[in-house]
């Protein structure tokens, strides 16, 4: 293929439609047919990347290889494809404006006035091909974030509107995704919204050549001839997408619907090979007929918006289907636990994720249920700060250091067991500074985490600020804290093990990032493996 062809997915009406999940599913369905296919994301907000960012404004910050902190669109993306993103896969306004204004100090612009057309157009469609030039892919798909109509989605769209332009019809398209709600007191679907949805895009010079109608309902052919004729597209390029009891049905329903054929058609791509889906069948088949089911109390800080710990979500569907086991995951706040949650709640479950985050809200919660796991055998998976947060109830209550804590929670503490890491103390900025993207890790033989990887080295995705202190490591290894994985480098301990219990693993990194529906991540299979084991074995002793 002589050139690199771009498809562009824009949303209406309504925000979390899913352009991710078509983007993903349409990717899918391309990769499927033989393809090389990526994704990318172009948000809006000007924050020049998500990581500072609350949880609970934006969901959970995905981290890629290459150590870029992005929008968690980047993870379903993985997920689906199988294939690494990076920090060119993940656009934001606040980056976009950063290096025009850097470019202007430079005195790169001649004296020109700096402008949002040509100045801040000309860095959007730079940053839209740069995966384009490298060769590697036939097709770029890329979503813009927001709404159309949206004042900080212009550029953007304006910048669509300049490649379509440029590239030529057969070189790019738009795929609009829009809704179409259903009013039960008239009990039928209104297509006025996606019109009006439509009329936006096509006031900013953009004609849609793809519907996908997010829906609660079938569509009629009626409807979609409604549709068609209003909006300016052909009757096949108005693409239905219902409801789906999960997101990976969603390629087999795009499949249905035709959207990767009218696609290839469009952009002048042969459609004689077909999409070879035997693999991800495979994988909805074993997650929709599971033999047993486990509870995992999944123990954290953001549990009121689901989005916040996405890719831990995501991991155990893919560790669940693995294993042909139901996972059901109990959100469980961790500022709010009591004895009556722990004897109503805690106690009843099958396996204990202590989950990620920043800050110290509901931190001594996070110690209480490690205890628990701890005294009572329960498989125990600690990531990132809920590692930390064993290795401080172990110092606590077993080792015996008294007022053991971590800096993150107390500056002053006499005990620092997790201490702020030596190249962060002098930092200015909070933005990108962490430690970031994939680290090595040596693992240490005949321990739990050995035996799941099978190998000696791995690498793992990190986001942190604080790390063991190791000052505290022979006294805590004495009373039976066993390091199992450090950096080989570094020295700096990755993953905490302790030698008295059944399954109990804490890591510094994120497994989670990297567990895809082809290869889902081996330490969420061996934990689910474990719960399976230890929900036998409540049942066999009553």
Known sequence: MADTKYIFVTGGVSSSLGKGIIAASLAKLLQARG???????????????????????????????????????????????????????????GRIYQSVIEKERRGEFLGKTVQVVPH????????????GKTGDYDIIITEIGGTVGDIESLPYIESVRQLKWEL???????????????????????????????KTLMESGIKADILVCRTEHELSDDLREKLALFCNVRKEAVIQSIDASTIYDVPNMMLEEGLDTITLQKLNLSTETE?????????LRRHKNPQAEVTIGLIGKYVELQDSYKSILEAFIHAGAENEVKVKVEPIHSEFISQDVIDNKIAKLDGLLVAPGFGERGIEGKIKAVQYAREHKIPFLGICLGMQMAVIEFARNVAGITEANSVEMQ????????????????????????RLGSWECKLKPGSIVSGVYGKEIIAERHRHRYEFNDKYRDVLEKAGLNITGTN???????????ADHPWFVGVQYHPEYKSTVANPHPLFVAYVQAAVKFSKLKKAQG
């Open 120 to 131: 801040i157009t000309n860095e959007i469609k730079e940053r839209i091909k740069q995966l």
């Open 488 to 498: 080989p480098k570094t020295g700096l301990v990755e993953i905490v093990e302790l």
């Open 411 to 434: 500056a002053n503490t006499p005990n620092p067991v997790i201490d702020l890491m030596a190249d962060q103390k002098d930092l200015k900025h909070m933005g990108g500074t962490m």
């Open 275 to 283: 999409p070879v889906l035997t693999r991800w069948n495979e994988f």
């Open 168 to 198: 030529g019809d057969e070189n790019a398209l738009v795929i609009h995704l829009t809704l179409v709600p259903y009013l039960s007191a008239a009990g039928e679907l209104k297509t006025k919204p996606t019109q009006h949805s439509v």
């Open 35 to 93: 393809y090389r296919v990526t994704i990318q994301k172009l948000d809006p907000y000007i924050n020049v990347d998500p990581g500072t960012l609350n949880p609970y404004e934006h969901g959970e910050c995905y981290v890629t290889d290459d150590g870029a902190e992005t929008d968690l669109d980047l993870g379903h993306y993985e997920r689906f494809l199988n294939v690494n993103t990076s920090q060119a896969n993940n656009v934001t306004t």
